[in-house]
């Protein structure tokens, strides 16, 4: 199974303002496309209950995996929704007996961080907007190591460009 993170950051590094500030309010229309087909293409896709909080509605034909303890889903939701609490690596690897390819890590800053340092993302998607914050939240919350390889770049217009890197092993 591949696990891939993806996400949007500006030129000085941050993913949002703050908890509550949603990535589409600040990336391009071409960022917004990319996402949509990755995450269309990938059908999986592993979010943390504040990220999921800020989505305005589901996406459908995606399956969302929602780690949290509490939160309830709504029940016109079920079938496309699915609140976790597993381990990384013992979510993937549930999710790769079911017979799932792959699987999009889409936030926020402390699930990039939780999957990051579990050991268990094998490429990176990375947006980058020419847009500056000043301050805001960062991709990971804490201290994250990791040896990356550029391996292709997608640009999405003259301004922004995604970065693809694989996890080095």
């Not at 990336?27 to 305005?56: C, P, Q, W, Y």
């Not at 995606?62 to 597993?86: G, P, T, W």
Request: proline share 1%.
């Amino acid at each position: 199974m591949k696990v891939t993170l993806i996400a949007a950051l500006t030129a000085d590094g941050f993913i949002a303002k703050d908890d509550a500030h949603l990535s589409t309010r600040w990336t391009s229309k071409e960022d917004s496309l990319f996402f949509r087909e990755r995450a269309k293409h990938a059908g999986h896709m592993i979010v943390g209950s504040k990220t999921f909080a800020t989505f305005n509605r589901q996406m459908k034909g995606r399956k969302m995996y929602v780690y949290s303890r509490s939160l309830e889903v709504e029940n016109a939701y079920n079938n496309d929704i699915e609140v976790v609490s597993l381990a990384p690596k013992e979510l993937i690897a549930d999710l790769a007996k079911r017979g799932i390819e792959e699987v999009l890590i889409t936030g926020g800053s402390s699930i990039y961080t939780l999957f990051m340092n579990a050991g268990v993302i094998d490429t990176l998607l990375l947006t980058h907007e020419p847009v500056i914050f000043g301050t805001g939240v960062t991709l990971f919350n804490e201290a994250v190591s990791a040896k990356l390889q550029l391996s292709l770049v997608h640009n999405l217009s003259d301004q922004t460009k995604v970065f693809e890197y694989e996890v080095m092993q």
